[in-house]
C-alpha cells in the first residue's frame, strides 16, 4: 500500500509484462473497479505503464483506490497460481477488499469460469499476478489492514467559508463546522474573504484546530471574512478556487452565503470534472490528484439576514436582525409617542418583507408595506392615510410606518419612505420623521436562536458531506417546522429566483406562496391585530362572544403581547373581551374588566402581566364551584389561559368535571407561556426565547469578565422547573462546557469526570491567556450538589489552573422586554385561540342564540401551541397520557436532541483522545 503525498492511500498491484498488466485491468474491473481519469493507456509508452481504477458501489467502499502498474523489474510473490487443492485462505500474503455485494461477483466469476473458493464471510479468489484476493462484505479481523486503510482515505478534508452579506450566526456555523468536523475525525479548513480566499489560495486557506475557533459564538459577522468576488463569476476564477481546493487537499466545501452564493457553490460543482479534467490537461495537477479529487462536495448553508431563501423557514441572521429592527423602533416609539410623532422606518429587503413584516407584528407598527404584498387599494396613499387617522382618533399618540426597502405598489412603482413622510406630513399635518435602519440592521452579537441555528445546521452540513455521494445533488441545509432539513440546493435556489420573477409579473399570490408557510399566517395576523378594521370582518350578532382572558402561572415574555393580539382580533370580530385580574383567584372574586382596543396599546412591546398573574388551580386552590359561578354570572362562554404547567393543569382539572357545570361547557384554550417550555402540546412557550436570549447576553458578559482577568470556571444557575430546556439550548447559545439538567441528575462520577475535563481544558490552555468557561445548572437538578457546592468543588479541585464562581440569574431569566420571536408566536397563537372559539362555538349559537353549553366536544378545551412552525390545537385528552404530571412536563422533549450535542461540542471526546 501507497500513501500519496495528499495524505490519501491507495494500493499498487504489479504485473510484470504487458499482456498480465492488461488482464490484470481487467480482472479487476470484473471486481467492480471502475477506471478514473488519469488512464492514458493509448497515449504513449510511459503512460501505459499504469492505470487507477476506483472501487464504485457500497458506502464504505466508495473511495477504495487501486493503481495497476506495469513493472518488468518487480518480482512476483508466486510464480505459479496456487492449484485449486489447497485452501487459498491460509496464504500469508491476503490482498482484503470490502465490496457491498458478494453475489454479482460470484455470479461473474462462475460465468467466466474463474476459479473461486468460498469461506463464510469472503470469496477467494487469484488475480493474474498470482495474488489471492479475499472478498468480503463484511468487516472483519482478516479485512483489517483494508478497514484502516478505508479509513484513512474517507479522512475528509472539509472546507467552510462565508460568503455574500455578512449575516450574525455566521460564526457558530464556522465554529460548529470546525469542532464537530474535528470530532468526526475530518480535517477542516477555513477559507478566509469567501470565494476570493478560494481564487487567491496561500494563507487564505487555513487548517482549524480546536482553538482556533474560541469566542466565535458571541461575535456578530463573521470572523473568516466575507467577499463579493467577481472573480468567481468566471471560469478562469473558479478554475484557480479549483486548483486551490486540491493543492489543499480539501474535497469537501461547507458554503455559508445567501442564494447568491449557493448558485455560485453549485456552478462551482457542476462545472468541477471539466475544471480538474482542464488543471490536468494544463499539468497544474498531477495525475494522482485528478484521480483523488474526481469529485467536489459542497453544502450550503444559509445565512442571509433577509430570510429570503425558498424551502427553508428561516434564515441564520434573520432573527438577529429582528432583533436590531425592534430595539430601533422601540426606541423611535418613545419619542414619537413623546412628541405624538409620525415616523417611516426603512428596513432591509430587496425582494423580501420578512423583516419588515416581522417587525410590524413585533412592534405594533401601523401600516407595513413589502414587496410581495403590495396594497390592494390603486390610492394607496389614502388607505394609509385613513388607517393612521383612525388609529390617531382612537387616542394613539403616535404612527409607525414600516417599510421594506424593496416595497412596491400595485404596478411596481416603488413605495419609498420620503414619499411616505410627505403624504403623513401634508394630508394628516402629522409631524413625520424618516429613520433609515441600514447596516445596524446586520445585527452586531448573535441572539440565541441563530447561534443555535448555526450551530445545529452546521452539524447536519458536516453529517450531509460525510454522507455524500457522487450520484447526489448537492444540498441545502434547511429548517422546516423546527427540523433541521436537507434539501437539493439548487432547487432551493430556484424556487427563491421564482419569488422575484413572479413580483415582476405581477403575481403576487405565487411570491407569497413561495415563502415560508406561516408568511401568509403572520400577514393575515399584522393586518387583524393592528389595523382596526372597518366592519369588514365582524361576526353576526349572535356568533359575538363574551370572551375572558387570564394570566397564569409565572409571568413570561409574551402574555401581554397575546392578549393585546386577542383583544385587538376579538374587537374587529365583534366579541366583547374581559382582562381577569389575578388568574383564577382574581376570577373567583369577580375581578373582571373590559378591555377595549386602546387599553392594550403599546402592551406588544411588553414584558411581564400586564392583567396580573396567579398560581392558583380551580378544584385544588380554589373552588370550582366558584369558577363556574363567576363565569355564569358574567355569561362568558370562552376562556383564554396564557400561563404555563399551571395553567394546563387548570384545564385538566376543568376538563374532569366540566360535565357538572354547564357554565364550563364552553370553549377554554391554553397559550403555552412559561420560560421553563415545559407545557404539552407545543415547541415553544412563550417566554423562553426572550428567556434564552437574557441567558446568552449574561453568559458572554461573565465569560468576558474572567477573560480580562482569570482562568475561571462559572456556574450559572438557570430556571426551568424540572425541564433541562433552558440549560440545553442555552448550553448550545453560549458553548457551554457542561450542563446539568433534572432529566439526567448529578451524581460524584459526574463531577469527578467533568473535574478532569476542565482541569485537562486548562492544561492545554495557552498559559499567556485566561480563560472563562461556562457551565449551566438547571436550579432544580439536585438538592446536594447546589450551585454553590458545585463551585465550591471546582474552586478545591482547580487548585492553580483554575478558580470558580457562581452566578445565579433567577428572576431577570423572565426579561424586561420580550424577544421578538415571542411577540410574533404570542400574537399568532393569539388569532388561532380567537378562530378556535369561533369554531367550537357556531354550532350551537347558529342553533340557539343564547345557548349556554356552547362546546361539550372534548377537543374544545385545548393546548394552542406551535408544532414547528404551524399552529395546532392538541385536546387536554390526547395530551394527557404524554404528560408527566409529577415532574410538571411532557414524557418526551424535542430539545434532547441537542442534548448530545452540548458535550461534543465542549470538546470532551476530542481532549480525551489527545491527552
Ligand atoms: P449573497 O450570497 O448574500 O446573495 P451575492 O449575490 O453578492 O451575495 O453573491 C456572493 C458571491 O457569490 C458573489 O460575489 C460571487 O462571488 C458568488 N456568486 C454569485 N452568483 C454567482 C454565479 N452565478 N456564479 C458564480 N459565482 C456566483
Not at 464504505?60 to 487459498?88: A, C, F, G, M, Y
Not at 455560485?264 to 494544463?282: I, M, N, P, Q, Y
Not at 396613499?381 to 414600516?402: D, F, P, Q
Not at 361576526?539 to 385587538?568: E, Y
Request: glycine share 8%; proline share 4%.
Amino acid at each position: 500500500m501507497a500513501t500519496s503525498a495528499l495524505g490519501l492511500s491507495y494500493s499498487i498491484i504489479s504485473s510484470k509484462n504487458e499482456e498480465a498488466y492488461g488482464q490484470t485491468v481487467k480482472f479487476y474491473e470484473l471486481l467492480g473497479f471502475d477506471r478514473v481519469i488519469g488512464n492514458h493507456e493509448s497515449e504513449g509508452e510511459t503512460e501505459l505503464q499504469q492505470t487507477w481504477l476506483r472501487l464504485k458501489g457500497g458506502k464504505q467502499t466508495s473511495s477504495l483506490i487501486i493503481k495497476i502498474v506495469l513493472n518488468p523489474e518487480v518480482t512476483l510473490h508466486r510464480q505459479e497460481p496456487l492449484t485449486t487443492d489447497k485452501d487459498w485462505g491460509l496464504e500469508d500474503t491476503l490482498f482484503v477488499l470490502n465490496v457491498p455485494h458478494l453475489q454479482p461477483i460470484m455470479h461473474t466469476l462462475t460465468e467466466r469460469d474463474i476459479p473461486f473458493q468460498e469461506t463464510t464471510t469472503s470469496i477467494l479468489i487469484q488475480d493474474p499476478n498470482n495474488n489471492v484476493i479475499a472478498l468480503s462484505s463484511k468487516l472483519n479481523p482478516v479485512s483489517e489492514q483494508p478497514q484502516q486503510q478505508l479509513q484513512e482515505q474517507r479522512r475528509k478534508k472539509i472546507g467552510i467559508l462565508t460568503s455574500g452579506g455578512d449575516a450574525s450566526g455566521m460564526n457558530a456555523c464556522v465554529r460548529a463546522t470546525v469542532l464537530y468536523g474535528i470530532s468526526k475525525g475530518c480535517d477542516v479548513y477555513a477559507v478566509y474573504e469567501g470565494y476570493q480566499g478560494l481564487v487567491d489560495g496561500g494563507d487564505y486557506i487555513k487548517k482549524m484546530d480546536w482553538r482556533s475557533v474560541t469566542g466565535y459564538l458571541s461575535v456578530g459577522g463573521t470572523s473568516i471574512g466575507t467577499a463579493r468576488c467577481m472573480p468567481f463569476k468566471t471560469r478562469e476564477g473558479r478554475l484557480k478556487a479549483a486548483e486551490n481546493l486540491i493543492k489543499n487537499g480539501i474535497d469537501s466545501l461547507i458554503v455559508c452565503g445567501g442564494d447568491g452564493s449557493l448558485t455560485g457553490a453549485d456552478v462551482f460543482r457542476s462545472e468541477w470534472g471539466g475544471l480538474v479534467a482542464e488543471l490536468f490537461k494544463t499539468k497544474r495537477i498531477t495525475e494522482e490528484e485528478a484521480t483523488i479529487f474526481q469529485h467536489l462536495t459542497i453544502v450550503g448553508l444559509v445565512g442571509s439576514i433577509d430570510n429570503d431563501m425558498s424551502s427553508t423557514d428561516i434564515t441564520i441572521g434573520a432573527v438577529t436582525s429582528l432583533h436590531r429592527i425592534c430595539e430601533a423602533v422601540d426606541s423611535v416609539d418613545t419619542t414619537a409617542l413623546s412628541h405624538s410623532r409620525a415616523f417611516v422606518i426603512e428596513v432591509m429587503g430587496r425582494h423580501c418583507g420578512w423583516l419588515a413584516l416581522m417587525a410590524g407584528i413585533a412592534t405594533g407598527a401601523d401600516f407595513v408595506f413589502i414587496p410581495e404584498r403590495p396594497p390592494a387599494e390603486e390610492d394607496w396613499e389614502t388607505a394609509m392615510c385613513n388607517v393612521a387617522k383612525r388609529h390617531r382618533e382612537l387616542g394613539k399618540r403616535k404612527t409607525i410606518i414600516i417599510v421594506a426597502e424593496g416595497a412596491l405598489d400595485k404596478h411596481l412603482n416603488p413605495i419609498k419612505v420620503d414619499h411616505i413622510k410627505d403624504i403623513l406630513s401634508d394630508r394628516l399635518g402629522l409631524d413625520t420623521r424618516v429613520t433609515i435602519l441600514g447596516h445596524t440592521q446586520r445585527g452586531g452579537s448573535p441572539c440565541a436562536f441563530d447561534r443555535i441555528l448555526g450551530t445545529v445546521q452546521s452539524v447536519a452540513a458536516v453529517d450531509a458531506v460525510l454522507a455524500s455521494t457522487p450520484d447526489k445533488p448537492s444540498p441545502m441545509i434547511g429548517m422546516n417546522n423546527n427540523k433541521v432539513t436537507t434539501k437539493p440546493l439548487m432547487d432551493a435556489v430556484k424556487l427563491t429566483h421564482e419569488v422575484a420573477k413572479a413580483i415582476e409579473s405581477r403575481n403576487f399570490e405565487r411570491a407569497m406562496e413561495l415563502r415560508d408557510p406561516q408568511f401568509l399566517d403572520e400577514y393575515k395576523v399584522f393586518n387583524v391585530t393592528t389595523i382596526l378594521d372597518d366592519n369588514s370582518i365582524e361576526l353576526p350578532d349572535h356568533q359575538r362572544l363574551r370572551i375572558a382572558i387570564l394570566h397564569i402561572g409565572a409571568p413570561a415574555g409574551g402574555m401581554n403581547s397575546a392578549t393585546r393580539a386577542a383583544v385587538r382580533y376579538a374587537l374587529n370580530r365583534g366579541h366583547t373581551v374581559y382582562g381577569v385580574a389575578n388568574g383564577f383567584s382574581g376570577l373567583v372574586r369577580g375581578c373582571f374588566e373590559q378591555l377595549n382596543w386602546m387599553d392594550v396599546d403599546g402592551w406588544t412591546t411588553c414584558g411581564g402581566s400586564y392583567l396580573g398573574t396567579n398560581r392558583a388551580v380551580p378544584g385544588k386552590d380554589v373552588d370550582m364551584g366558584m369558577v363556574a359561578y363567576r363565569l355564569q354570572k358574567m355569561n362568558i362562554q370562552a376562556v383564554m389561559l396564557v400561563g404555563g404547567f399551571e395553567a394546563y393543569a387548570s384545564l385538566v382539572e376543568i376538563d374532569k368535571v366540566r360535565y357538572e357545570y354547564p357554565s364550563l361547557c364552553i370553549p377554554m384554550c391554553l397559550i403555552p407561556a412559561t420560560i421553563s417550555n415545559n407545557v404539552p402540546g407545543t415547541d415553544f412557550s412563550l417566554g423562553c426565547d426572550t428567556s434564552l436570549n437574557v441567558i446568552v447576553s449574561a453568559s458572554d458578559a461573565i465569560v468576558q469578565s474572567a477573560q480580562s482577568s482569570r482562568r475561571r470556571v462559572f456556574v450559572i444557575e438557570v430556571q426551568g422547573g424540572r425541564s433541562g430546556f433552558l440549560a440545553v439550548e442555552g448550553g448550545l447559545a453560549v458553548g457551554a462546557c457542561a450542563i446539568y439538567i433534572p432529566e439526567e441528575g448529578i451524581d460524584l462520577p459526574r463531577l469527578q469526570g467533568d473535574v478532569q475535563f476542565l482541569k485537562g481544558l486548562y492544561d492545554t490552555d495557552d498559559p499567556q491567556k485566561s480563560e472563562g468557561r461556562v457551565i449551566l445548572r438547571t436550579e432544580s437538578v439536585s438538592k446536594t450538589y447546589t450551585t454553590k457546592v458545585i463551585s465550591e468543588i471546582l474552586e478545591d479541585e482547580g487548585g492553580a489552573r483554575f478558580d470558580s464562581r457562581t452566578a445565579v440569574l433567577g428572576h431577570i431569566q423572565q426579561g424586561n422586554t420580550p424577544s421578538p420571536l415571542d411577540r410574533i408566536r404570542a400574537s399568532r397563537l393569539a388569532i388561532h385561540s380567537i378562530e378556535f372559539f369561533e369554531k367550537h362555538t357556531r354550532v350551537a349559537l347558529d342553533k340557539q342564540q343564547d345557548a349556554v353549553e356552547l362546546a361539550t366536544g372534548e377537543e374544545s378545551i385545548a393546548v394552542i401551541g406551535l408544532c414547528g412552525a404551524e399552529v395546532h390545537a392538541k385536546s387536554i385528552k390526547t395530551l394527557l397520557p404524554t404528560t408527566d404530571m409529577k415532574n410538571r412536563k411532557p414524557h418526551h422533549d424535542w430539545w434532547h436532541r441537542d442534548r448530545a450535542l452540548v458535550d461534543i461540542l465542549s470538546g470532551r471526546s476530542y481532549y480525551s483522545c489527545i491527552e
